[in-house]
């Protein structure tokens, strides 16, 4: 990310000593904890980085809280409207957004145990095979008209106006929604949205996904960098497939690797890089924060929005 005047540009070094005089950091045992259900974190991320950006997000709830007790009063209301903080994630695909996500969630839960913190993907909201065939977009999954943007619209509506609302699910598995699964999100105190277009513009609608978020991240890397976690993804993919006959994947699984691997850096060409350049990348400048990642997949930089 070039230098951008509204942008705090701020190393790693400098990063993780914001956090030290304002949290009790976590226990060997919790660490453990953490860890033991994100093994693919580094231990030196989660102190470093993260902890500092749970301490972000605790001041921007509070400051949140505020604002809706202030409106209350305005409005002669006895008691501020339960409002749900919701944080989303942006990035390109394999870029480790739901990895971001699931961690943030295990430390939000830690930190703050009596609430309840849920965590959805748009993925749900892709249009099925089906769907997308009979609109012969089936090589565009993951660009802008692949989603129903009306659905994700909606169903944050709702979230925020604390009502239950049910989130969609897919599966990489299959490689479609599955049918009839839904997430209930339901008296959530804090809903993290991660997903590829959760800072796009819906095309034909005056509001944005991002309207409804609090705070909002977006996981960067150098695209040579993506696309290999992507292939190794994949790789990793096709070793559980071998074992499963239902799996989408498990007739490449069995097959030439050599011929698999060339379908993916395909598949990364056609669909994955140019929705990267064309639509998610250029969402970046709306997140309030982008963490870089390098190689093995540790946070280097970070840029946080001045106002
Ligand atoms: N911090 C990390 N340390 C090690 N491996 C990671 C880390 N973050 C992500 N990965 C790995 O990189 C790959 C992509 O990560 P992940 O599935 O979280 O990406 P994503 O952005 O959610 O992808 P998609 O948009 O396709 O759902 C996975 O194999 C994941 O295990
Ligand atoms: C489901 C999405 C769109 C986003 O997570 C992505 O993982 C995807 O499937 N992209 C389509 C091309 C591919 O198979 O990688």
């Known amino acids: 990310m070039e230098n951008q005047l509204n942008y705090y540009k701020i190393s790693r070094a400098e990063w993780k000593e914001f956090y030290k005089e ?8 919790e660490l453990a904890r953490i860890m033991s259900l994100n093994d693919r974190i580094s231990q030196a991320d989660v102190s470093e980085i993260y902890m500092p950006l749970v301490h972000l997000i605790g001041l921007r709830w509070k400051i949140q809280q505020q604002k809706l007790k202030q409106q209350a009063e305005f409005l002669g209301k006895k008691k501020p409207q339960k409002v749900p903080l919701v944080i ?36 749900g909201f892709l249009y099925s095979t089906a769907e997308l065939k009979r609109r012969h977009i089936l090589s565009k999954k ?48 804090i809903l993290i949205v991660e997903g590829i277009n959760v800072l796009q513009l819906p095309s034909n609608q005056q509001l944005y996904v991002s309207d409804y978020f609090d705070f909002s991240i977006y996981v960067d890397a150098r695209e040579e960098l993506i696309k290999q976690w992507y292939l190794e993804r994949f790789d990793m993919l096709l070793d559980l497939a071998a074992q499963d006959k239902s799996n989408y994947y498990y007739a490449y699984a069995i097959g030439d690797r050599q011929a698999a691997h060339a379908m993916a ?9 140019p929705n990267l350049l064309e639509y998610i990348l250029p969402t970046r400048n709306r997140a309030d924060l982008v963490l870089t990642k390098g190689k093995n997949h540790l946070i280097n930089e970070l840029y946080l929005k001045k106002y």
């Open 22 to 29: 304002h949290i009790v950091p976590l226990t060997k045992g």
């Open 88 to 123: 989303g994630i942006a990035g390109s695909v394999a870029v480790g957004k739901s990895t971001t996500a699931r961690l943030l969630q295990t430390l939000l839960k830690e930190i703050y145990p009596h609430k309840k913190v849920q965590l959805i993907t748009t993925d």
């Open 265 to 273: 850096k395909d598949v990364w060409q056609k669909v994955n890089h």
């Open 142 to 189: 993951g660009f802008p008209e692949s989603y129903d943007m009306d659905r994700l619209l909606r169903f944050m509506d709702d979230v925020k106006n604390n009502l239950p609302a049910k989130a969609p699910v897919y599966s990489h598995k299959i490689y479609d929604i599955v049918s009839g699964e839904y997430e209930l999100v339901k008296d959530v105190d």
